[in-house]
T-cell receptor, first 112, second 116 residues
Framework: KQEVTQIPAALSVPEGENLVLNCSFT??????LQWFRQDPGKGLTSLLL?????REQTSGRLNASLDKSSGRSTLYIAASQPGDSATYLCAVRGGGFQKLVFGTGTRLLVSP | GAVVSQHPSWVICKSGTSVKIECRSL??????MFWYRQFPKQSLMLMAT?????????EQGVEKDKFLINHASLTLSTLTVTSAHPEDSSFYICSARSGRIDSPLHFGNGTRLTVT
């Protein structure tokens, strides 16, 4: 059974810092991995999708890497802003299966 | 980008009544839709997977007679919480994707259900 863990559970940083969020999964046979952002009381916004054959994806100040063999992914946020404050979730889709297994999330607070 | 609309965004109902939540894909055909439940400060737990025109597949521990899912068209899926009880109070989120298995999931904004 796939299990997805995110560290840290919560993170508080001052504006402008670069930061890294970690995601680990127990079964490396994944189809893809997706990072999401969730604002309080809201749904999820897809940030980046990395296919199993890819090593990283970039979008603006966000960069996500994937090391499938070690069961890890990181989300790098450059020059953090207060508007980045949210919960960040990673989710993996196992090979041959449709459903995503979500991580426990990292609550990020960027203070001005 | 792909848009998924979920309605209502919040609902309060009395214990014993039924509540229907709608999930619509506005600009793409959603062959597969997923329904999740989220408790406060916890991650999303998949409840069921529905493919257009067929019965939903429920996750272990999810009562199919209590959480009725209908996916009658390529743009609409509904979740009906029947005979709701206070313990059903939660945040319900739907997601959808097109037919390609490598396509990303797009999520609705969720429905906050409070059963009194």
């Amino acid at each position: 059974k796939q299990e997805v863990t995110q560290i840290p559970a919560a993170l508080s940083v001052p504006e402008g810092e670069n930061l890294v969020l970690n995601c680990s999964f127990t079964d490396s046979a994944i189809y893809n991995l997706q990072w999401f952002r969730q604002d309080p009381g809201k749904g999820l916004t897809s940030l980046l999708l990395i296919q199993s054959s890819q090593r990283e994806q970039t979008s603006g100040r966000l960069n996500a890497s994937l090391d499938k063999s070690s069961g890890r992914s990181t989300l790098y946020i450059a020059a953090s802003q207060p508007g980045d404050s949210a919960t960040y979730l990673c989710a993996v889709r196992g090979g041959g299966f449709q459903k995503l297994v979500f991580g426990t999330g990292t609550r990020l607070l960027v203070s001005p | 980008g792909a848009v998924v609309s979920q309605h209502p965004s919040w609902v309060i109902c009395k214990s014993g009544t039924s509540v229907k939540i709608e999930c619509r894909s506005l600009d793409f055909q959603a062959t597969t839709m997923f329904w999740y439940r989220q408790f406060p400060k916890q991650s999303l737990m998949l409840m069921a997977t529905s493919n257009e025109g067929s019965k939903a597949t429920y996750e272990q521990g999810v009562e199919k007679d209590k959480f009725l899912i209908n996916h009658a068209s390529l743009t609409l899926s509904t979740l009906t919480v029947t005979s709701a009880h206070p313990e059903d109070s939660s945040f319900y989120i739907c997601s959808a994707r097109s037919g390609r298995i490598d396509s990303p999931l797009h999520f609705g904004n969720g429905t906050r259900l409070t059963v009194t």
